[in-house]
């Protein structure tokens, strides 16, 4: 079963850190391009960050010097560090797989920047 499944988000105040991780099906994984994605109530979903199959990686403006994303081959497991967060960062999280036509996101998780 092709499947991605992310983890890690949480409430957090701001100026902190959250981990998150992406685990996804091997057949989806090795030869795909990966990213984060993001949706706030009542906007788009937009572009967080890719890592290419090679490790070369694009961020969005917003997040560039604070978020890194980073892909273990091994674990079939894409992350997300975010740090120095900010309540604007507030918004469901989704990972993303693809390659060509072929594009597999998953069910997403709540991060909540917040005092």
């Known amino acids: 079963q092709v499947q991605l499944v992310e983890s890690g988000g949480g409430l957090v105040q701001p100026g902190g850190s959250l981990r998150l991780s992406c685990s996804a099906s091997?057949?989806?994984?090795?030869?795909?391009?990966l990213g984060w994605y993001r949706q706030a109530p009542g906007k788009q979903r937009e572009l967080v960050a890719t890592v290419t199959t090679g490790g070369s990686t694009n961020y969005a403006d917003s997040v560039k010097g604070r978020f890194t994303i980073s892909r273990d081959n091994a674990r079939n497991t894409v992350y997300l560090q975010m740090n120095s967060l900010k309540p604007e960062d507030t918004a469901v999280y989704y990972c993303k797989s693809f390659v060509g036509r072929s594009n597999y996101w998953g069910q997403g998780t709540q991060v909540t920047v917040s005092s």
């Open positions: 091997r057949s989806i994984f090795t030869d795909y391009m």
